[in-house]
């Protein structure tokens, strides 16, 4: 199993990054992508999910309204737009897959190696 996150990258704050995590080894539409970040110092944490099915989507607090999770089952891919990012959302993002797990989850069965987005006030 392999969960390839990227497009992550050094952007000023109001501006917009979009990730990406390109999964193999997994029959990918079984499974809810979520996105956890790491900040330095601080534990990972929860920012979105979007369940197997594609219906149930869930967001942390701090990224609603800023972020959108999406995914491409032809792709194998889940998405996490980024929009009006500020120096707080500066962390390593993580994607993961849960095997029909609902989207409220927060364990996960695979991890990937993470995306580093900077955000420079």
């Known amino acids: 199993v392999q969960l390839q996150a990227s497009g992550g990258g050094l952007v000023q704050a109001g501006g917009s990054l979009r990730l990406s995590c390109a999964a193999s080894g997994i029959t990918f539409r079984s499974y809810t992508m979520g996105w956890f970040r790491q900040a330095p110092g601080k534990e990972r944490e929860f920012v979105a999910a979007?369940?197997?099915?594609?219906?149930?989507?869930h967001y942390a607090d701090s990224v609603k309204g800023r972020f959108a999770i999406s995914r491409d089952n032809a792709k194998n891919t889940v998405y996490l737009q980024m929009n009006s990012l500020k120096p707080g959302d500066t962390a390593v993002y993580y994607c993961?897959?849960?095997?029909?797990?609902?989207?409220?989850?927060?364990?996960?069965?695979?991890w990937g190696q993470g995306t580093q987005v900077t955000v420079s006030s």
């Open positions: 993961a897959a849960n095997l029909y797990g609902p989207a409220s989850e927060k364990t996960y069965d695979y």
């Open positions: 979007i369940s197997w099915t594609g219906g149930d989507l």
